[in-house]
């Protein structure tokens, strides 16, 4: 079993060290807990090189990674569940953690606190390391008088995401190989090859297949244009990023990301879960329905999902209930909306978002699964018809060569 080292606060707030063994880090700041110990920094040890000790602590200047964020919220989580005040929670984190940038974010955060500033409004001022939904959950916490539990489901909702882009990457890996693959055989073959076999052809005094014909003129532009195909990609990769800055780029594009096949309900179900949860916080804290919706709608990182929440809010306003409002948003199964209805004439709307939560983060791995499942067979026809066309273009001119020659014969 893996060994770590650690450090925390007891219960008198006395700094204490020490070393535990446990399957993974998580379950190594659950049993620190359940000691009375309250969690300030976890390491692996990999070797007695490994073990830091003292003052050196060697700081990386590198953006925080998802991991970073993880274990800052779930030591936050464990020193205010435990009392912990917030001022004195960050300044401990902040000297022992080992990330320089993080570090300096977080003294800057204690100093905005003890200058009066809420915690919500001093995060925001680092959005290049904590992202939106890092803000708003904080805020709808501080709101709600819940803040231990608001990065409870910061940590938790980071671990997943960690975890679903993990499988998405794992099974993008094949098909990205075999892409990269294609296309540069595809580059040697118009840049080198057929260029070799264009020289065959042309002694040949008879109409070349359609096939073969568009290779032809394919290889031609490559080697004449090759230049132009670059910077056009390059040009459009980046006027594509610029768009996605504006306003209306982003509204654009989060919403045909959720229409996209197969990644599409994997980003949808993704989104909603967060919604739900983020909802459930807000309903079980007491907050009205229509400020944890304005807060909800801030919490989402999609635009697109962000809006239909505000079309929830107000169509609320209007008198609707919010099985009604959410039906006109378009964006719930009826199994959800159904599910919601019963929450809201039960009066356990709580209970059932909970719920919603939990049936779209089980429908993301089963998406997962099922992208992964689907994305073989597209794979193999592409490569197929690939096949296909080289194939045509190159022999059947061959072909008529072998039968000409056997004529004269």
Known sequence: ????????????????????????????????????????????????????????????????TPEDLVQFARQMHALVKSGVPIIKSIQGIAEITHNAMLAKALSTITERLQGGQNLANAIQEHSEIFPNLFTNMIRIGEETGRLDEAFKQLYEYIEV?????????????????????????????????????????????????????????????????????????????????????????????????????????????????????????????????LDTLHSVSRAMDNAYVSLKMEEIRNGIERGESLAQAANNSELFTPLVLQMISVGEETGSLETMMQDVAEFYEREVSYSVKAMADGIEPIILTFIGIMVLVLALGIFLPLAGMGKAMMHKR
Do not use: C
């Open 1 to 64: 079993m893996p060994e770590y080292i650690y450090s925390g606060r007891d219960k008198s707030s006395k700094v204490v060290k020490g070393k535990v063994r446990g399957q993974s880090e998580g379950a190594v700041a659950d049993e620190l807990i359940n000691r009375g110990i309250v969690p300030l920094h976890i390491t692996l040890i990999k070797s007695k090189s490994d073990e830091p000790s003292g003052l050196n602590i060697e700081l990386t200047k590198k953006t925080p």
């Open 161 to 289: 995401e960690m975890e679903t882009t993990r499988k998405i990457n794992t099974a993008l890996r094949y098909p990205k190989i075999v892409l990269t693959g294609i296309f540069v055989a595809l580059f040697v073959l118009n840049y080198f090859v057929i260029p070799t076999f264009a020289q065959m052809f042309a002694n040949l005094n008879t109409e070349l297949p359609l096939p073969t014909r568009i290779l032809l003129s394919m290889s031609n532009f490559t080697k004449s244009y090759w230049y132009i195909i670059l910077l056009s990609v390059a040009g459009s990769i980046l006027g594509f990023k610029y768009y996605l800055r504006t306003k209306e780029g982003r509204l654009w594009w989060d919403r045909k990301l959720m229409e996209f096949p197969l990644i599409g309900p994997i980003v949808t179900q993704a989104t909603l879960a967060r919604f739900a949860r983020t909802f459930a916080m807000g309903s079980r804290s007491g907050v009205p329905i």
